[in-house]
Structure formats: C-alpha cells, structure tokens
C-alpha cells in the first residue's frame, strides 16, 4: 500500500557531492522512520542512514561527517546528501520507510523498499 521513489542517484568523481531523495506514496496514515541502506557488489545491505519523524537521526560510522539525512514530514519525502564521496562509497542505494497505512478504516503496519538508485564514484 506505500511505494518508495527514489532519485538522484549517478556517477561522480571523488570528493564529489550527490542528493538522493525518495518519496513516499499511497495509503499513509504516518511514517516512523525513514531512512537509507546500500549494498555494494559481493556484500550484504547496510544501514547508511536513518530519521525519526521527530528528527532523530542514527548515521553508520563510515558515513559520519559526510552524509546528512533529512526528511520532509509534510511531503513524505527523505533525501540524503552525499559529501566527501569516495570509491569505498560506491553501491546501491535503497530507501526504506516504516510506518503505519490507513485505508477506510483499516489500519496496518508497513515497512516499505524502494527500486534502488546505484551511486559510482570514480577515482
């Protein structure tokens, strides 16, 4: 019932910037947490990012200093600025949300994933 877009994913070179963003969409009665993971080839998915809809944020160490996650409460919308990017960085990037749907008087939890957005850094 809730679809994640993502966006803004590409190539850049290193110590380069990029802005992701993923909207949400569809039968949203609130979001907890959003928040981004990626997966790089021959590796598992991580957590790169996460943001409470009271704006705590939780960051993997690897990223501390040069991401910056937000979120947009009003327009469901999460983005993630990149910064200081390096080859170590490359992956794709997923967006995820939890929450809670509503949909005529039926209510659920969710815990949505976008399509991924693959970010390459060269050097």
């Known amino acids: 019932q809730v679809q994640l877009v993502e966006s803004g994913g590409g190539l850049v070179q290193t110590g380069g910037s990029l802005r992701l963003s993923c909207a949400a969409s569809g039968s949203i009665f609130s979001i907890t947490t959003m928040g981004w993971y990626r997966q790089a080839p021959g590796k598992q998915r991580e957590l790169v990012a996460q943001?409470?809809?009271?704006?705590?944020?939780n960051y993997a160490d690897s990223v501390k200093g040069r991401f910056t996650i937000s979120r947009d409460n009003a327009k469901n919308t999460v983005y993630l600025q990149m910064n200081s990017l390096s080859p170590e960085d490359i992956a794709v990037y997923y967006c995820n949300a939890a929450g809670i749907w509503g949909n005529d008087g039926n209510y659920g939890r969710f815990d949505s994933w976008g399509q991924g957005t693959q970010v390459t850094v060269s050097s």
């Open positions: 943001i409470t809809s009271g704006g705590r944020t």
